[in-house]
């Protein structure tokens, strides 16, 4: 009887050996290294995914994530899964099969995104520009009046790039013309000027492991009034349960029913995202978008000095520069 249990495949020789990291400086867009407090907040003890003391925590993460998105939206709540998860769940949700939806790209996210639309079965047109190049708000709005899409899609920052798009009184226009707007923050909240509710914005999402300042793997994501109601119209249901925003928001307390079961949370993402959440609290939001926009000027100044040129050339078009403060 031992025999017929006997592990076929050998024990893998590497896993004997402990664990080592190297400590490094990244530098990157992302992710960039969470401070000790982030850091400690992961290794808190795991509770259940629906303990009251994880609600607790839960709760208190939506409100600092309603701060930096700057946002009264009761959908606002984090995905398990990283910024692609994100913006699956915002053109999945928003778009139904066979629905237009008009994609703004001037980069990798951009492109990623049409992908994402066309696997999903969306009637897909784009507005394509040169990589660091902004879509003006005439261009948008003519793309609007010749494509008539149920939703538009813009990246805030296109890290691939480094331009940043303007996006005062694009919301605007997208209402004017019966359109929603999706966009991707990713490599810029809480590290760049941002207002959901000002700007009109229906559903924004970011990641965690960028100006936040957390662990990689968990999406922030805020749905608005206007976003939910079209949500709550589908002529078909959400194709992915996992990403279906009734159902995630349910199981993050965002309506008016009890806590469900929707999957077991990120517990330990949860807590770091909490915790840096509200270091920029403490900090203060334009004091985080002032150190952000300092350390970019800081950067600038280098490359000129070593006498390289920015590939985006209008700084007031550049990553953490396009809205002032």
């Not at 309603?66 to 946002?71: C, D, G, S």
Request: aromatic share 8%.
């Amino acid at each position: 009887m031992a025999e017929i249990w006997k592990a076929k495949v050998p024990v893998p020789e590497q896993l004997l050996v402990p664990l080592t990291v190297p400590n490094v400086h990244l530098f990157g867009p992302g992710p960039a290294n969470p401070s000790m407090r982030t850091y400690n907040a992961s290794a808190m003890p795991l509770l259940g995914h629906l303990h009251p003391e994880f609600c607790k925590i839960m709760d208190e993460t939506k409100a600092g994530l309603k701060y930096v998105f700057q946002t009264n939206n009761d959908y606002t709540l984090a995905i398990t899964g990283a910024g692609h998860a994100a913006m699956e769940a915002s053109i999945m949700n928003l778009v139904e099969r066979g629905e237009r939806i008009l994609v703004c790209v001037n980069g990798l996210w951009g492109s990623r995104a049409r992908e994402i639309a066309e696997r999903q079965g969306c009637d897909v047109r784009v507005l394509v520009k040169a990589p660091g190049e902004c879509h003006t708000y005439a261009e948008i709005e003519l793309g609007l009046k010749e494509h008539k899409p149920s939703v538009l899609f813009l990246v805030h920052s296109e890290s691939s790039s480094g331009i940043c798009q303007p996006l005062d009184g694009i919301g605007a226009l997208c209402h004017k013309h019966n359109c929603l707007i999706i966009v991707d923050t990713v490599a810029t909240l809480g590290g760049t000027p941002f207002f959901t509710d000002d700007w009109g914005l229906d559903c924004v999402y970011t990641g965690s492991q960028k100006c936040l300042g957390a662990h990689p793997g968990i999406a922030p994501i805020t749905f608005g009034p206007r976003a939910m109601a079209k949500i709550n119209s589908r002529k078909t249901k959400v194709p992915s349960f996992y990403l279906d925003i009734n159902e995630l928001g349910n199981y993050w307390g965002c309506d008016d029913g009890p806590r469900r079961y929707h999957h077991t949370g990120a517990i330990s993402l949860v807590y770091a995202l909490r915790e840096s959440l509200a270091q920029i609290a403490e900090e203060g939001l334009e004091n985080s978008w002032k150190r952000h926009h300092n350390t970019i000027e800081h950067l600038w100044a280098g490359i000129e000095k070593m006498g390289l040129e920015m590939f985006v050339k209008d700084k007031a078009h550049s990553s953490s520069n396009s809205n002032k403060y």
